[in-house]
Structures are given as C-alpha cells and as structure tokens.
C-alpha cells in the first residue's frame, strides 16, 4: 500500500509540474469565480463518473450501480449523495432502477422487460452525454410525465457542445487501468450545420479485482441541420462494444480465510467483527485481500482464464425533429432503434458433475466438519466436533490462507480431465461445459412532445410515448472443455425422473429433454437449454398544465399507460409437455368432481390448462394504468421557497417478474395485477448569500409488486423458481442538504438521509421446479387423491412472513460531508467523509414461507414449520408463566435478515485549471482518491435461498451455516486521474 500510495504522489506531482511549465495561467481576473469553480467540479464529475454493471448468476438477479449519475447543477443534496455515496450503492429515497426513467434526446430509454437502463451502452462515454436536464420525482416535467424517482433527458444533439476539441486521458486501479477519449464538435455553422464526434477506449490487463480483465471501444456521431428558423433535424448514434471478466458476491468465511484468518480460531462477536479485532481496527486493514478475492478464475497454460466473461454491445440509432410553430409553440418527435447483446459465460455440469467452484461449500474447510458442530446463535462459537477431524480441517484452511491456486481457484485441468475420461463412452454426456447465457433486447421507440405557453401564467405540456420491444433469450454453447459431444438433456430430471414409471409411456424419453425433436447431439455456438422471446408493446400519453402566479406556481398531469406483453418459446421443452399430459389426465376428473359440487351447490373447480405452453405463442397480458400528479411551490419571499408534490399511478408489472419458470414454460404469476403507488414530498427551500439548501420529507406506499429470484433446493434437489406476488413497500424518511460559504475560498456542504424502507405486508410465493418436479408431492411426480383436484397441481403456493423485513435498497441511513477549497488561480480541492448505516441484506423468501417459518402466530404450538418450535420464556418466579417466546435456533440462524455493519469512508479529490498561451486552450487535471482509509465496508448482498433440509430425516441440519449469506465489498483505497485538453 505504501508503494501504491507512493507511485500515486509522484505521478501526480510530474503530471502537474510538467503541465504548468508550457501553461500560461491567468489568474488577475477573479470575477465570477464560482461558476468558474462549479465548471471545473462538473468537469471534474463528468470525468470520473463511471457505470457498472454487475450480474451475479448465482443470485439470479441483476443490479446496476449508477455512479455519479447527478451533476452539480441539481440542488445540494442530490449532487452531494448521487456522487459521493455511490460507492456503498446508495439509492435516492431506496427506489429501484424501474422508478428512474432515462430519455436521450427526448425518447424514452428504460428497458421494458426489467425496467431499467442499460447505462453500458454508454459506457466510457463521459464527455458525449454530459448535458442532461434532470427533474427530481413528481416534479414539472418538461419531457415526460416523471416517476417517483429521477428523471433524466440526456442532450446529444450536435449543437449542445460548443466547438472545439476535446482529448482526455485516465488513469485508474479499478475496473479498468485506463482510459483515452476524444471529443470533436463543429458547434452550429453558418450553414446551419452542426456535427459532433466521440471515441473512447478503455482497457485493463487485469483489474482492481483478482483475475478480471477489460476491453471496451464506444463511439458517438451526431449530426444536426437547422432549416431556416423553425425547423431542426438532428441524427446521434453511438455504441460500447465491451469485453470483460466478472465476479461473483463471496462468504463471510472465504472472506477470513483469504485475509488470513481461521473462522474456527477467528470467530466473531455479537456485532459481527472478528473477535480479536475491534472496530477502529476493522477500519484499516492494508493487507486484505479478502475483498478482491474472485472464485470465477484459475490458471490454464501458465494463464488466468475467468469462467464469468460478459460480452455487451448496445448499437443505437436515434433520429430527433423539432418545430418551433410559433413563439409560444414547439413540437419534437424523434425515433430510436436499439438492438443490445449481452451475454454472460457460466459452467454448466451433468449429473454426474461435481460443482467446481472453489467457494462452493463442499470445497471449503467448514465442510469437514459438517454435521459434527453448531453454531451459537451469534455465529461465533463452534462446538461439539470430534476431534479427529481437526487435521485435516487445519490443512484446508491453510492451503486458503496461503491461497494455493489449486485450492481457491478454478481447477481448469480437472475439468478438462473429466470430459476426457467421459469421451470413451460415447453414449456419455459431456461433465463440464462453459454456456453463454444470451440476453439481448431489440427496441423500437417513438416520441413526441408539444408545449404552448399561452401567456405568462399558463403553459400546457403534452406528450406520446410509443416502444415495442423483443427480449431474446437463449443459451449456448460456448467452450466444450475437451469434450466431444454433448446431449441438451436437464441434469435434475435426468437424474431423478428418467424412466420413473409414473411418467406417461410417451414421454418417458423426452421428460428431460430440453428441446424435444432437436439434434441429439450438439456442439459449440449450439443453442441449449431454452430460447425465448418476450414480445412487449408500451404505449403512454399525457398531459400537463404549469400555472405562474406572483408567489405561487402550481402542476398538475394526467397521463394513460397501455402495456402488453407474451412469451413465444422456440423450443418444445420435455417438462412443458409433460404438464400438459398431466392436464388431459385431470381434467376428467375434475369434470366428474365438479358435477358433484355443481349438485351440492358448491364452488366449481378451475380445469387444468390444455395446454402448457414451451414452444410457440403463449397467453398475452395486457394492462391499462391511469397516473394523476400535482404539486405547489409556494414562494415565500425570494429566499425562502415551499414545495409540496403528490403523485397516485398504477403500473403494469415488469415481464420479467411476471413468469413463474419461463425458460421452460410459459406460466405466468397468477392475479397478475399493476402495482399501485402513492406518493408524495414537501419541501423547504432556502437560498441566502452564503447559504444554500434544502429540507424535505417524503412518503410512498407501493402495493401489489411482484419479485422473482431462484435457488436450489435440497429436498426436491433441483433449481427452484420462486415469484412472490402481492408485495406491499413502505419507503418513508427525511433527506436535507446545506452550502455554506465560510470565506471566498471555502464552502462546507454537507447532505444526509435518514429513511426506513420495509415490507409492509406477507406476501404470496410460488416456487415452480426446473426439472419439472412435483413439489406438493417429491415421492411422487403424478399425484393422487385430492391433490389431483388442484389447479396449482406442481407449483407449490405459499406464504412468505416478510411483514416488517427491511427492502434491500442501500443504506437507509447516509451522510456526506465535504469541505471545499477553490482558489482564483485555477486550483480546487475537496475531502469528503460519507457515513453509511442501516443497509441490509436482500432475503430469499424460501427462507420466510409458512413451511420453514410457521404460521407466525407464536403461542401456537401445532403451527411451527421447519424451524422448530420457538423457546418459552418462562417466569423466574413461577415456572408456569409463560410470559412469551424466543426464537428457536434454527429460526434465529435461518429465518433472520441481516442488518450490515454501517462505516465511514474518506475521499479526497483536487484539481487544476491551466489557460494555455494567448487562451488557445486549457488543460484540467483531476486527482481523486477514494477510501482513503482502506475501510472493510460490506455494500451489500443476499441470503442463499437454500436452507440446510435434510430431506431423509425430514429436520433442519444441525450445521446451519453450511448456506450461509453472500457479500459485496466496497473497493479498498483507490483512485482516479484525469488529465483532459481542450483546444
């Protein structure tokens, strides 16, 4: 770390040394020295905000950090958090990605599939989208309706960016090690011509994480004609074809194992630390590695080869056509085409296949000793191990702390090996291969936007949104490892229901099979496993009166939503028929049950599907969603503004949620309903000479969302899909922000949250199987008796005791506070401390259903589910008492969210502004150090969904940590350099 802070120093040293030599500056003029000063920090943020983009297979989820996505031109708090907290995945007011909408140009841009926008198409291109015009929540919005979140119109029309050149230069040790972007604008000629041009290139070896790498090239053109003074035509495409190798969210105990430490000797306390440090010390850790540590990578031929490598590339064309009717009256329409490809390698095993990741509980220490200790509930004592066992469990933990390759990473020559051994009989499946899991998105959108100021008090906005989309998705093969052939069968119904004599005699064969009639055998760049299309129309109109009195401004907006979308599979997946048999066996009997029922005046029951559909067409959903919007500001005097906004709307679930099992089936989440949201903020603004800022509260209640993840299942030992429906949020908190001007050269600005975000409400949870298992009945796949009768015949319903469980949405409780230095020759610096706290892990809702958790009502002794019946607290006095309940250990260790520790982390930044000779250019530096401390911060994670069940004895494994929670590490110290030119 010395080192690394040393080459840091004297890099920073020469590069501005060097810089001010053949610079000129000038620095007698110190007039409008702030926004001089606010100019530099937008260059400075423009410069270093950058967008990941992390998939985690194994969660089953997909999460988009937004890096500095806000400017300095948004209010204090905003620009304060946005920017600073970012790295501990801080979201504004805990909202999803789906409640922030991105326009470019004017045209609606979030993905309709997941909701969200694919900041990688962007990737790198800082300089090119830098203009934007971003509207907080339900405010009045000049390009769209809005959202509860942000609203951000990005601006890449050529005559936005002022003529010149525009090169810069990027060091960094984090994703990637640098960066090379240039920037060429004709600004708007006399011939009513306006061009713009962007490359970049970016690129690491390896990056800040251990066996990474990054490759991307984006590029950005725009062109704008003026024909006379009322009409404006504009063309920008742009795209970031990138390549790049990922991680994967890692254990507590490999974390301690990487860093050195025994979990069995280490334990940790009551507050999570390891017991022998406490926690000034858990905040400089030089030496840990534990946070870099990537299980996805091993050594192949003297080489580190990454399993998890991401291919992205997101083309877009976007064609924009203004009108200015008159004074008062404008019209823009514009159109997009984007087809977006992103793919994600993974292993994928056959039944006989051992699971080789190395963090993969069986591969670590821990397992030795499985079954033969227990965990206090606090997790920080191991007790009752036979002592036999100690050996070899300190043999693996030392080839960990000494991080032998052969050990803690991917064993690419055992994998090879198997594949060889299995070429020898040819009616042997491949045990190993690497799959490319393909989800590309092809969009087409359209917009158009009229305003009318009628005089100076009202104005009318109006607008029409119009997108089709296609989500295509699809598995191949993308390295066979050696092997020679390979048969697209699934390996859990290939294991556990092949041959089974319950199955219908003409779907014996083809249970497992993933793409019944397809080739047999099957090779690299072969399609596997499932391919689908999800095929969706977004149509929304609206419109939008803003009133202006003397001290009074008020909104209101209506707008109309149609959604509509339907799966078409193209392959005939063996599970998918199989239910179909199913359903022409059953639905005679229900037939003759329901003439029963229809005699004794009872309730008929719903028949079977004809059909499940795999392959083909499925059912379409459709959705119509009123929203209404209004708000007041109330202007006090010229310093002292009320704001008060409210927002009531309904919105079409997301496809992705709304399928219980869709690779195989086209089976949708039932009561498919629009999530309902209410919402609304008041605000207290103040502006005086040397303070700045903001105060408000906010309340939204969000009902009927629907979530989806996945895990596997030890009972039914197969991959289970689970959708929970009828979600209920509550996000409700305080967010202020302040600037103070304490002298012409500093300004202290400090801005904070402190917010509660929780489910409100139980919700209901289906769990559907991938190899097509009944989960009401494992022991037998045809049920009988009166299971037969139901309509959810295999996918098990069930009740998740969320109700008061705190929503993973970054830390619920955040402060930021920086002193500012500028000086009038050109030069600024900032020290930020951010404090993060009450962040919580993402649950799984396996681990809250009624089966594992129980009812919930705790005095009932015959309603505990899996985890046992909870301990009596009994009075000391007289025994028979029972004054309450304590959980039981299973359901403390099992069925408990984790709240994160909370931490500070310090960045530092500084800057300069060179005017070369006679003002032809200038040069900028910019130098910012993040986590200057090296603080151990966790930022975020999830719980395993799978529970330690042992299916024999039909208990709760003894060693509840054998699935243990799953963590996400901020960066330890790092840094950013930019140098740009302009000329």
Do not use: C
Not at 12 to 31: M, S, V, Y
Not at 376 to 403: I, K, R, T
Not at 413 to 442: F, G, K, P, W
Not at 843 to 864: C, K, L, V
């Amino acid at each position: 770390m010395k080192s690394f802070i040393h080459k840091l120093f004297f890099t920073a040293i020469f590069l501005i040394t060097g810089l001010i030599a053949f610079g000129q500056e000038k620095n007698d003029n110190t007039d409008n020295l702030d926004s001089i000063y606010n100019q530099m920090k937008e260059d400075f943020v423009s410069s270093n905000f950058e967008f990941d983009f992390d998939f985690d297979d194994d969660n089953v989820s997909a999460q988009q950090i937004i890096s500095g996505m806000l400017s300095s031109k948004v209010d204090v708090y905003y620009s304060q958090t946005a920017f600073s907290l970012s790295p501990a995945r801080f979201r504004l007011r805990g909202y999803n990605n789906e409640y922030q909408k991105t326009y470019i140009n004017g045209i609606y841009f979030n993905g309709l599939e997941r909701g969200n926008f694919n900041f990688s198409s962007l990737g790198g291109l800082n300089y090119a989208t830098r203009n934007k015009e971003i509207t907080r929540g339900m405010e009045s919005n000049g390009y769209t309706f809005g959202n509860i979140g942000t609203s951000t119109n990005i601006n890449v029309r050529a005559s936005a960016f002022a003529k010149g050149n525009n090169i810069s230069l990027a060091a960094t040790n984090r994703n990637y090690t640098g960066r090379l972007q240039y920037t060429y604008a004709t600004g708007l000629m006399n011939n009513g011509w306006a061009f713009m041009g962007s490359a970049v290139m970016r690129y690491a070896y390896e990056g800040i994480v251990d066996g990474t790498f990054y490759k991307s090239a984006g590029y950005f053109l725009s062109a704008e004609k003026r024909f006379g003074k009322d009409h404006i035509l504009n063309f920008s495409t742009f795209g970031a074809p990138t390549e790049r190798a990922g991680q994967s969210a890692i254990t507590g105990e490999v974390y301690d194992l990487i860093n050195g430490k025994n979990p069995l000797r280490d334990g940790r306390d009551d507050n999570g630390y390891l017991k022998d440090e406490g926690y000034f010390a858990q905040m400089f850790h030089w030496n840990e590695q534990g946070r870099y540590y990537n299980p996805n990578w091993g050594w192949q031929n003297g080489k580190k080869r990454n399993s998890r490598i991401v291919h992205s590339y997101d083309p877009t064309a976007i064609l924009n056509y203004e009108w200015k009717i008159s004074d008062n009256q404008n019209l823009k329409a514009g159109a997009a085409f984007h087809y977006s490809m992103y793919s994600n390698s993974a292993f994928s095993k056959s039944s006989v296949g051992l699971d080789q990741r190395p963090d993969y509980y069986r591969n670590l220490p821990s397992y030795r000793l499985d079954r033969h200790f227990y965990l206090d509930l606090d997790g920080s004592q191991y007790l009752d191990f036979p002592s036999h066992l100690l050996p070899s469990y300190y043999a693996d933990v030392e080839l960990w702390n000494s991080q032998d390759p052969l050990t803690t990473q991917v064993n690419w020559t055992e994998l090879y090996q198997a594949n060889y051994n299995a070429n020898s009989d040819i009616t042997e499946n491949a045990v190993y291969t690497l799959i490319r899991r393909h989800d590309n998105l092809m969009e087409t959108s359209f917009n158009v936007n009229y305003k009318n100021v009628f005089n100076d008090k009202l104005k009318l906005t109006a607008g029409v949104e119009a997108k089709q989309s296609k989500g295509i998705h699809y598995a191949t093969i993308d390295d066979m490892l050696g092997a020679e052939r390979f048969f697209d069968i699934d390996a859990f119904a290939d294991r556990d229901a092949t041959g089974s004599s319950t199955l219908p005699k003409n779907l014996s064969a083809d249970f497992a099979k993933n793409n019944i009639g397809g080739k047999d055998e099957l090779y690299k760049g072969d399609k596997i496993n499932y391919d689908y299309d999800i095929n969706l129309t977004h149509i929304a109109a609206y419109v939008q009166n803003d009133w202006s009195f003397r001290n009074v401004e008020l909104y209101y907006a209506l707008q109309g939503t149609y959604t509509s979308f339907n799966r078409f599979g193209r392959m005939l997946n063996g599970r998918a028929e199989f239910l179909t048999a199913i359903a022409a066996e059953r639905n005679p009997i229900i037939k003759e049950e329901n003439i029963r029922r229809e005699a004794n005046g009872m309730e008929p029951l719903p028949l079977l599907p004809e059909v499940t559909v795999s392959k083909g067409k499925g059912a379409t959903q459709w959705f119509i969603d009123p929203a209404f919007k209004a708000g007041v500001v109330w202007k006090i005097n010229g310093r002292n503004i009320i704001t008060a906004n409210v927002l009531a709307e309904t919105q079409a679930p997301l496809a992705y949620n709304s399928y219980i099992s869709q690779r195989i089936k086209d089976t949708q989440v039932k009561n498919l309903v629009s999530e309902k949201v209410f919402t609304g903020d008041l605000g207290y603004n103040f502006s005086f000479p040397k303070v700045v800022g903001r105060i408000s509260a906010f309340y939204t209640e969000i009902f009927d969302g629907v979530e989806r993840n996945g895990y596997y299942d030890d009972d039914n030992r197969t991959f289970i899909n689970v959708a929970m429906s009828g979600i209920n949020k509550r996000h409700m908190g305080v967010e202020a922000g302040i600037s103070i001007k304490l002298n012409k050269n500093f300004t202290l600005v400090a801005a904070g949250t402190y917010s509660d975000f929780s489910y409100t409400k139980d919700a209901r949870i289906t769990m559907s199987a991938e190899n097509g298992s009944n989960l009401n009945d494992k022991d037998n796949i045809l049920t009988t008796g009166e299971d037969v009768l139901k309509d959810d015949y295999l996918d098990k319903v069930d009740i998740a005791r969320i109700k008061g469980l705190k929503i993973a949405a970054g830390p619920q409780v955040a402060a930021s506070v920086a002193l500012k230095y500028f000086h009038p020759k050109m030069w600024f610096a900032d020290i930020t401390v951010n404090y993060v706290d009450k962040n919580y892990l993402s649950i799984a809702p396996s681990r809250f259903s009624t089966e594992n958790y129980g009812n919930g009502i705790e005095y009932d002794p015959n309603q505990w589910g899996r985890y046992g019946k909870d301990e009596e607290i009994k009075d000391v006095d007289d025994p028979s008492i029972i004054l309450g309940y304590k959980p039981s250990a299973a359901r403390e260790m099992l069925g408990t969210q984790e709240r994160l520790k909370g931490g500070f982390l310090l960045d530092l930044s500084i800057g300069k502004l060179i005017y070369l000779k006679d003002r032809k250019g200038t040069v900028t530096i910019n130098l910012s150090v993040n986590n200057i401390l090296n603080t151990a911060l966790i930022t975020g994670g999830y719980q395993q969904g799978r529970i330690p069940w042992d299916g024999k004895s039909h208990s709760i494994d003894t060693n509840y940590g054998k699935y243990p929670n799953k963590y996400y590490y901020a960066y330890g110290t790092n840094f950013f350099l930019n140098i740009g030119y302009k000329f």
